[in-house]
């Protein structure tokens, strides 16, 4: 173990990139320090202590990343690279191969994989499965990552010989992805005033950001995900594209709330989120329309 770590913190709902950071994190800390899915404070930035990653705080994007705090999160400045990528740069915790395939399905990269029997499909079996459950897809997630480095098994490849429950994960993760991906063959395209290429799906799958991912896949630079019978929206921008937008500064957030009130919904309910991605109010969820929304998108991006 290198050093001291009181805290790891990735975001709610972990996907591939987060399971990957704690689980290298873990490696190099010690597995009994504390993991919590969720925004850091500011204090906790400054901590180097409290390892963070794939995560950061509005406001403080400028130790977002920071390797000599223990900030790993990738967004924006270092959105070539992974914060799975970035962590083992510094402590090479993880093996490599495994690193770089992480890396390359966060940033949507060409890997050669199976095509339904690889580390990505494997974990959106996980994610789907323990749903709402953070804790249990970080540590089912690490506990995969374990069995590969113990094995020797490659991630694009999992259709050898696999312990009984990663078999049911993968086969729950190739069913998801294969409705996904019908689902998305119908996503709405439209353009903005600024040229960037908007992606629109109505789901009602329960994990939005598999979803964007998938279209973001498709070359989508804007996706967004829309449950009408929860009224819930999410949009995110493709950081990695070379027309990538940020929903706050281009006055997105504040366009879409002012919507909002002029239709009656209450001040305490708003928009929110990051500079790459924000959902719609919660817990009431949004007052407008797809049409609406796609509207103010297209005027503001």
Not at 139 to 158: A, S, V
């Amino acid at each position: 173990m290198q050093g001291k770590a009181t805290l790891i913190i990735t975001h709610t709902n972990p996907d591939l990139d987060a399971i990957g950071f704690v689980y290298s994190a873990r490696k190099v800390f010690g597995f009994n320090v504390p993991v919590r899915c969720g925004l850091p404070t500011r204090d906790q930035l400054e901590d180097p202590t409290v390892i963070v990653g794939d995560v950061g705080l509005p406001g403080c994007e400028h130790i977002g990343y920071n390797p000599d705090l223990n900030n790993f999160d990738h967004h924006y400045s270092y959105a070539d690279r992974s914060a799975t990528f970035l962590l083992n740069q510094k402590f090479h915790a993880l093996q490599q191969d495994i690193v770089e395939y992480i890396d390359a399905v966060d940033l949507w990269r060409p890997i050669r994989e199976e095509p339904e029997a690889n580390l990505k499909v494997a974990i959106a079996g996980i994610r789907m499965q323990h749903t709402g459950a953070d804790r249990k897809i970080l540590d089912e997630g690490g506990e995969l990552l374990k069995w590969l480095e113990e094995t020797g098994q490659k991630p694009g490849d999992l259709s050898g010989s696999l312990p009984s429950k990663f078999k049911v994960y993968l086969q729950i993760g190739a069913d998801v992805l294969r409705r996904i991906r019908k689902d998305n063959q119908a996503m709405q395209r439209c353009r903005t005033k600024k040229g960037r290429l908007v992606g629109y799906v109505q789901t009602a799958f329960p994990i939005f950001s598999i979803v964007k991912e998938d279209m973001f896949a498709r070359g989508i630079d804007i996706a967004v995900v829309h449950n009408p019978e929860k009224r819930r929206f999410s949009i995110a921008s493709n950081i990695l594209g070379n027309r990538g937008a940020n929903l706050k500064k281009e006055g997105l957030v504040e366009a879409l709330n002012q919507a909002e009130r002029e239709k009656g919904s209450p001040y305490d309910q708003s928009w929110g989120g990051h500079e790459d991605r924000i959902g719609s109010p919660k817990p009431l969820g949004s007052l407008l329309s797809a049409e609406e929304v796609l509207e103010i998108i297209k005027d503001r991006l």
